[in-house]
Nanobody, 125 residues
């Protein structure tokens, strides 16, 4: 059984930084496209960033230049370094993985089969 777990969320002041981590049991991240998504209260879930199996990175316009996605396949861990945080970054952040080896990011959350329970990020002004 696959279990995806996020960690690293918390409360931070505007301008601060956080690093989210995502690990999984029962699933090797190697060769999979991985993504970070977020959902704020009353808003739709949006994709924040994605990294393909080959390491190609994609970012939402709202986080470009502030967030960095990375992966360590040896540790089976996905990261999201978040700098210069803004109150509008406040949301539940989710890690997700596609099921197909050699997968690319594609659009939105299409093809992301495995999801974590989320970690809350709150940015105070």
């Amino acid at each position: 059984q696959v279990q995806v777990v996020e960690s690293g969320g918390g409360l931070v002041q505007a301008g601060g930084s956080l690093r989210l981590s995502c690990t999984a049991s029962g699933l090797s991240f190697d060769g999979l496209a991985m993504g970070w998504f977020r959902q704020a209260p009353g808003k739709e879930r949006e994709r924040v960033s994605c990294i393909s199996w080959s390491g190609r990175r994609f970012y939402a316009d709202s986080v470009k230049g502030r967030f960095t996605i990375s992966r360590d396949n040896a540790k089976n861990t996905l990261y999201l370094q978040m700098n210069s945080l803004k109150p509008e970054d406040t949301a539940m952040y989710y890690c997700a993985a596609k099921a197909s080896r050699g997968s690319t990011c594609g659009a939105g959350d299409l093809g992301f089969n495995y999801w974590g329970q989320g970690t809350q990020v709150t940015v105070s002004s």
